[in-house]
């Protein structure tokens, strides 16, 4: 199991964008903040799966601790999604909590 820490932002129409700063591009967003896990855990898998594909390797996540007081934080929240790499692509691997 690899745990990748995502910033959720809350936005002021109740949407939420959740990005992961491990993976450049790996953005989801949500109108609602009760979507917005289920569709950043299906990004982070899709993203973790393309790098899989083209033989490229999965980076090593970011700790809570570093990206607490990371700058690009901002006042979002901070959210762990847990995958496991060697279930990418034959079943759904994630799993997500706030923390």
């Known amino acids: 199991m ?3 820490m995502a910033f959720v932002r809350r936005q002021a129409d109740g949407s ?3 990005e992961f700063p491990d993976l450049p ?7 609602h903040p009760e979507h917005a896990g289920a569709l950043a ?3 982070l898998a899709r993203y973790l799966a393309a790098l899989t594909q083209f033989g490229e390797p999965i980076p090593k996540p970011s700790s809570n601790a570093q990206l607490a007081h990371d700058p690009r934080r901002g006042n979002a929240e901070l959210v762990a999604f847990g995958i496991d790499p060697r279930l990418l692509g034959l079943a759904h691997a994630l ?3 706030t923390l």
């Open 2 to 4: 690899v745990t990748f």
């Open 16 to 18: 939420c964008t959740v």
């Open 25 to 31: 591009g790996c953005v989801a967003v949500a109108a």
């Open 41 to 43: 855990g299906d990004e």
């Open 95 to 97: 799993t997500y909590h």
